[in-house]
């Protein structure tokens, strides 16, 4: 298993900086991860220091470039990357993650409720049925991370978002540009690399409040 040491190396590059208390969580939320993976498919990412940069790493990059307080929306959480993991740098965020497959949905209960986090929703709605049953423009954050069809999404997302509120997306290269085109009401800012990959990026996207 990975020292505290190890995970502060491995997230160097990211610009983090976790207290000790923070790396606890998160390498208890690994050990989950990787056991529970034996059993279920949460990710295709097997070995521990790959985990944490490719899932928490890129995650919580996200800390570095916008603020993140308020109530945050993760769409197609799966293993609860990037919602639950800012759960470990940002505590007093209100977090629901949607999730429609039930076996990863209780995998994110067991963690939530192995680290102690308060203040997080599991729900298995699709989009859709989420927006039908408890309407719009209620978060400041929605994040969507390995999600399929993100032009479609992109859209449909916004609609969760108060005035202001940021849609951020993890997107390969080439799925920038045709999510740009999708303007409805979001003012896209520049596409930011991801540290040690090439073709990862995230885009994010402003409510326009005029």
């Not at 491995?10 to 976790?18: C, D, I, V």
């Not at 890129?58 to 990037?82: C, H, K, M, V």
Request: hydrophobic share 40%.
């Amino acid at each position: 298993m990975l020292s505290n040491d190890d995970v502060r190396e491995l997230l160097t590059p990211f610009g983090l900086s976790l207290t000790t208390s923070q790396t606890r969580l998160l390498l208890e939320y690994l050990d989950l991860l990787l056991r529970w993976n034996q059993k279920i498919n949460l990710t295709a990412i097997r070995t521990p220091e790959d985990c944490v940069t490719r899932h928490f790493g890129e995650s919580l990059y996200l800390t570095n470039l916008i603020e993140i307080q308020g109530r945050l929306l993760d769409i197609g959480s799966g293993a609860g990357f990037p919602g639950l993991a800012m759960k470990i740098l940002r505590p007093s965020l209100a977090v629901t993650l949607m999730e429609p497959v039930a076996k990863k949905r209780a995998f994110l209960k067991e963690v939530t409720r192995a680290c102690g986090m308060t203040d997080v929703e599991v729900t298995g709605h699709r989009a859709e049925e989420f927006s039908a049953r408890f309407g719009n423009a209620a978060y400041d954050i929605v994040t969507m991370r390995a999600v399929g069809e993100p032009e479609k999404m992109a859209t449909f997302a916004a609609r969760f978002l108060k005035p202001s509120g940021k849609l951020c997306l993890w997107l390969g290269k080439g799925q920038v540009a045709s999510v740009r085109s999708v303007s409805q009401g979001i003012l896209w800012g520049i596409p930011h690399p991801i540290p040690l990959s090439r073709q990862r990026l995230i885009l994010i996207g402003t409510i326009d409040s005029s």
